[in-house]
């Protein structure tokens, strides 16, 4: 039987490459990543040792947590500004628990990542039940957490030293040859698994995305998109309290003073990744890929011996190029 | 009643609809907002096997008649049967879990999904055993091939791509894609909301025919639309909404497009109910 449903344009190269991203969207970012490794270790030999690559792991291992959680709240095509205040915030809890309350450590850090989660409720609560735009409620919410956690800590760093060894565990490294990889990353990247088999596999993935896609719709198509939104902050609030222990294992201290750049760093990591500010595209290991690359560049442009200030210049750029790529993809017809 | 001869074959048609019990009932549906009176005591029989357009300008309740159907808003007072039984949809979920099916006019598909996706949203199917169970695998190779199986039925299965994202499609096929997954999953009632108002000439054939389609698959229809080619094309019988209320119904081979016009806008009279 004829449809009149078959016919299809003929294509150009132009429409096949837009074709080709549109279906897999992380392929970008890969080819980006690959080509500035390769040039990078061009420029300078000492950018591919294994001790340089575990250097650039153990960097982007907090930031790619951190932008996990912002993922699956962009993928709702809304924005987490306070992602960074959330993680720093949760790991002076943490630190301040076991230090000056004298909880054991297992306990401090349980505790630590229940108030990262319910930081993340609070965002999620004022953008479902009031109705907020995420933007504005996490902005608000960034400028509290931050306050909070001067309040909390005095402004004053504990030590390392000072805490229970399981609190800075996560930076202790197994070697592999000369390539040192950290507990830290290993749960990064179980993580990163865990949640890309929860958005291609489960019936929660797919609502996420038809949500972000199109909220109205999907509504329409019974789904509770409040319920859903709700999950996602209150998920991405744990996963900034895994993040929390992994930032001190990092640091071997807990700083209230980092973090600073986190919210911005984590959005950059994603959108580099690919996944639409706009919602409902994109996932995880786009953005896996996506803090590689900044993690990459940073690291990569110290050793082309290039002065740090240009490094923002550098991230800034590729993020516009990504932001425009995205745009051209969207506009794909058949 | 009718002003012109009506073929054989239609009387007969017409004495068969009637005939039976109604698919769905509405007595008397009352909706007020503040001072607007959307829906004023409206009446509705949708009848096995039948096409139903409703038609009315704009204003005349028909949106309005339809989200009470289709349970998207709860009427002030008035009263639904659905094979008989009454109904109290609180939610759209209410509506589709009794059977109804409703496919709304620019908000029918999550773009971004693909079709398969699409056709499941909201009623995935996950995988037997413990990997459904404890592991919430979807059962995505089932959900495909039951995709494919329901586009085919509906003569659309010539898309290439199950798996293909929505808004790469055009508009017919996007529009395709969400009557299939009406016709698939509605086992009393479809309800189309304008399926044809933002399409071209060539793909609202192609909807029209889909519609047909559904009927004659033993769905009865609900059709909403402004467009009165397409309404005098396909309906059984065609349900004129006027200020809030049915004011008649007629059918293609009883009234001409223009007597249906001029009772809907009020310029004539409306036939006796029967």
Redesign the interface.
């Known amino acids: ?1 004829t ?4 016919e299809r344009r003929q294509e150009s190269a132009q429409d096949r490459i837009q ?1 080709v991203l ?2 897999r969207p992380t392929l970008g970012p890969l080819a980006v990543l690959l080509l500035a490794v390769i040039v990078f270790s061009v420029i300078n030999t000492r950018f591919f040792n294994p001790e340089n690559l575990s250097l650039v792991l153990q960097q982007v291992t907090v930031i790619a947590l951190l932008a996990l959680g912002q993922t699956l709240i962009i993928l709702t095509a809304g924005i987490d500004l306070s992602a960074g205040a959330i993680a720093v915030f949760s790991s002076i809890l943490m630190a301040n628990l076991a230090f000056d309350a004298g909880f054991p450590g297992v306990l401090a850090l349980l505790l630590g990542l229940v108030f990262g989660t319910l930081m993340g409720a609070v965002n999620g609560i004022l953008v479902t039940r009031l109705g907020l735009p995420p933007f504005i409620v996490t902005l608000g919410t960034l400028s509290v957490f931050f306050s909070l956690n001067s309040v909390v800590s005095g402004s004053e760093t504990v030590r390392g030293s000072d805490m229970p060894a399981i609190m800075t565990w996560t930076g202790e490294t197994i070697p592999i040859g000369s390539f040192r990889l950290t507990y830290g990353s290993i749960i990064m990247l179980l993580l990163f698994g865990f949640f890309f ?1 929860l958005l291609a ?4 993935g ?2 996420v ?2 949500t ?3 909220a ?3 509504r ?4 509770r998109t409040d319920r859903v939104l709700l999950s996602v902050y209150v998920v991405a609030g744990a996963v900034y309290g895994v993040a929390a222990w992994v930032l001190m294992g990092r640091l071997a201290s807990a700083d209230p003073n980092v973090g600073t750049e986190y919210n911005l760093d984590s959005i950059t990591a994603v959108v580099l990744g690919g996944t639409s500010l706009f919602g ?2 994109g996932g995880v290991i786009g953005t896996l890929v996506g803090a590689l690359i900044v993690g990459v560049f940073r690291n990569g442009l110290v050793l082309a011996g290039v002065q740090v200030v240009w490094q923002g210049f550098a991230i800034g750029l590729l993020v516009l190029l990504a932001v425009t790529i995205d745009q051209w993809i ?1 506009k ?3 | 009643m009718s002003t012109q001869t009506p073929g054989e074959g239609e009387v007969l048609h017409r004495v068969e609809l009637t005939d039976r019990t109604p698919v769905m009932r509405a007595r008397g549906l009352v909706k007020r907002y503040g001072r607007v009176t959307a829906l004023d005591g409206s009446d509705l029989e949708l009848y096995p096997g039948e096409i139903l357009a409703v038609i009315g300008d704009n204003g005349a309740g028909k949106s309005s008649l339809i989200k009470a159907l289709s349970g998207a808003l709860v009427p002030d007072s008035g009263e639904i049967w659905l094979d008989g039984e009454p109904v109290h949809f609180r939610t759209p979920m209410d509506a589709r879990t009794a059977g109804i099916e409703t496919v709304y006019q620019t908000l029918a598909v999550a773009p971004g999904l693909d079709i398969a996706d699409n056709l499941f949203l909201g009623r995935e199917e996950r995988r037997p055993g413990p990997l459904g169970s404890i592991f919430r695998m979807l059962d995505h190779q089932h959900m495909r091939s039951e995709a494919q199986r329901h586009m085919g039925e509906l003569g659309i299965a010539t898309l290439q791509d199950i798996g293909q994202a929505v808004e790469s499609l055009s508009g017919g096929q996007r529009q395709g894609v969400a009557v299939a997954r009406s016709a698939a999953f509605g086992s009393k009632v479809v309800i189309l909301d304008e399926p044809t108002a933002a399409l071209g000439v060539k793909e609202g054939n192609r909807v029209l025919q889909l519609i047909r389609d559904v009927r004659d698959r033993g769905l009865p229809v609900i059709l909403i639309s402004h467009n009165m080619p397409h309404v005098f094309e396909v309906a059984d019988r065609i349900h004129i909404q006027r200020l809030g209320r049915r004011v008649a119904v007629v059918t293609p081979a009883s009234h001409s497009m223009s007597d249906t016009v001029a009772i809907m806008t009020g310029a004539a009279p409306p036939p006796p109910i029967e």
């Open positions: 039987m449809t009149g449903f078959e074709h549109h279906d088999y596999h489960t019936a929660w797919k609502h995305r038809a972000g896609d199109d109205e719709a999907a329409l198509a019974g789904i409902g595209r969207r794909v017809r058949a």
